[in-house]
Every structure is written in structure tokens, then in C-alpha cells.
């Protein structure tokens, strides 16, 4: 492993983790190790095995034999392709569908009495990093000393930036996207993001060794979504970056069903999304949750609004559940969705 690990979260989607790493073996710097957990089973994992084997050239080398009890399965793969950048794939299978979090943990603990790397770069799976995305963010981290360091992310299908870092309405129990809508070129001040962000998006997120092992890995029980800003929230004397040349595209809720058309989005998206905002804002901002669970409330009316009755009953429900501190996964939405 050179230096830089990076960990994607996988959950039957095969393509678009072949797609990404296909992005990423064009770094122009290395790319010690990609860590890949997958989510969905034994029949996705093998899917995504042979997609990667054939996309770099892969060669079999074995399992891990650090891969840690979570892990049901393991494989590591040599790249081939002349002049790539990535040095190892190494595969996960997780036992069940351990969520966002806990699949990024799985990863931590893999990694964690390995010494050859010094910071693990998160990336959702519907991403494509430019060749000169990983050489910015870390450049960014080390002149910076900084524990976590964004991506600027632009949405693949407009060109327009999703954002550059997060801000957390304590009032509203909602996050705000910095730059969203504003033109992909458009010339910023990063140090002015820095100071206004609380969070780095999870879909690229650069994350110092010595930040992890201080903090601690991410909390669990959100299941999907908020992970990254309670992790950005915990990070005690740490600073945030933000380097701007450092450009991912990114498909926006291609994976899990997060669609911006309210009518498409999935049942399970919509309730963590609500439910997840309070258990946030009632951990972090005690003094604000009465103000902003009445704020959730009345947006849970955009469901309405956009035509989405189905949708607007579940994040009701989601709001409920957060009212309560419901946590984990909402079983009464149906079983955990299970590997196969």
C-alpha cells in the first residue's frame, strides 16, 4: 500500500464501482489500496469480482488475511494495466448489509495494524474522480494539517457543483450545500468555505490516519445517512479543509435512491433522511432540537407539495421516529435489505 488508501461502500452495483476505479487507475499519483465492502451479498460480490478482474487486468492474490470478523469474505486483486495507478484491490463481503458506516468501519479495521498508509479517502461508488482529484485533496491535507479535507463535487448530469462543503442548520435540522447550483468553473475562495462548512460531504471525503485513530471510527447507528457530518462534528481541535482543485463528479443518488424528484425517491431514503436529521440535531444541539423538530415538520410538506403522497406519509413517520430517537435500522419498513 502507497501512502493513500481509499474505501467505497458497495451495494450491488457493480458498474458503477468499475466505472469509478476505472477514473481512479487514472491518478496521477498512487493509489496504495482500494478497499471495497461490499453489502450485497455473495452473488454481488462475485459480480463485482469479475467486473474488476476484467476492468484492470486483475490477477487473484488471495484473501486478506487481515480482513476483520464482520467480513464473511475476502479477496485481494492485482491490478495490470500498464501505467495504473491503484496497487491492490482488496474485496470485503459483509456478513449482512451493515450500512454506510459500518461498512466504512469494516474497511478502518481492516487497515488498522497495517502501517503503510497515512490517510483513507472515502468515495461513494457513483463517482468518478478526475486524474488530478486525489493529488489536490491531498496536497490540501498535508499543507494544511488538516484531519478531513472535501472534493469539489459536481454533478455529472448538469455540470453544476453539488458542493463544496456543509453547513448544519441548527434551527432548521438541516444541512446546507455551499456552492450548490453554482457553475462548475466558477472561481471561489476556499479559505471562506473553510471557515463556513461543518461538514465534507461523505461521497469524497479525505480522512488523516491520525483523525480516525483520534476520533474514532464513524457512528453506526444511523444506518444510511448524517454519518459524515456526525463524524465531522466530533473531530475535537481538527480543522476541516476544503481543496478546490481537487474535482469529483459525482451521479447523485444513482446508488441508494435519493433522487431530487421527491415522487422517486425511495421509502427507506426518505425516513433515515428525516428521522436521521433529528437524531443529529437532538445530539448535537440540544438547545435547538425543540425549534428545529417543529422546522422538520413543516418541510416534511414538500412531500405534498412535490405530488408525493406516498412519500410524505413515510417522512412523517421518519419525523416521528426522530422525535423519539429512534435509531438503527426501521425494521417496520420491511427486513434489512439482505444479501444475496
Known sequence: MRDVAVAIVGYRCAEAIRACLAQLDRSTVPVGAVCICENGGPEAFAELAAALRTELACTEAGA?????????????????????????????????????????????????????????????????????????VQARAEAGGYGIVGSRLVIQRSGRVQLYGGRWRRWLGRGYNIGLGAAA???????????????????AMFVS????????????????????????????????????????????GAVIGSSVDRRARTPLSVFLDERNRLVLTRRFYPLAFPVAAVMALLFTTQYLRAGAVRNFRVALAGWWAGLRGETGFPHHLGPVPRPR
Open 64 to 136: 486478506d488475511p487481515g480482513a476483520p470478523p464482520p467480513a464473511a469474505e475476502s479477496l485481494v486483486l492485482r491490478p495490470g494495466r500498464p501505467g495504473g495507478a491503484i496497487g491492490a484491490v482488496r474485496l470485503y463481503r459483509a456478513q449482512g448489509n451493515l450500512g454506510y458506516a459500518g461498512a466504512v468501519n469494516l474497511v478502518i479495521a481492516a487497515l488498522a495494524e497495517r502501517p503503510d498508509w497515512t490517510a483513507l479517502w472515502v468515495l461513494n461508488p457513483d463517482t468518478l474522480p478526475t486524474p488530478t482529484a486525489l493529488a489536490a
Open 185 to 203: 468553473e466558477a472561481p471561489i475562495d476556499p479559505a471562506a468555505v473553510e471557515s463556513a462548512q461543518h461538514y465534507v460531504s461523505g461521497a
Open 209 to 252: 490516519r491520525a483523525y480516525i485513530e483520534a476520533v474514532g471510527p464513524m457512528r453506526e447507528d444511523y444506518f444510511l445517512y448524517a454519518e459524515e457530518v456526525d463524524w465531522c462534528l466530533r473531530r475535537g481541535t481538527f480543522r476541516l479543509g476544503y481543496a478546490h482543485d481537487s474535482v469529483v463528479l459525482h451521479d447523485h
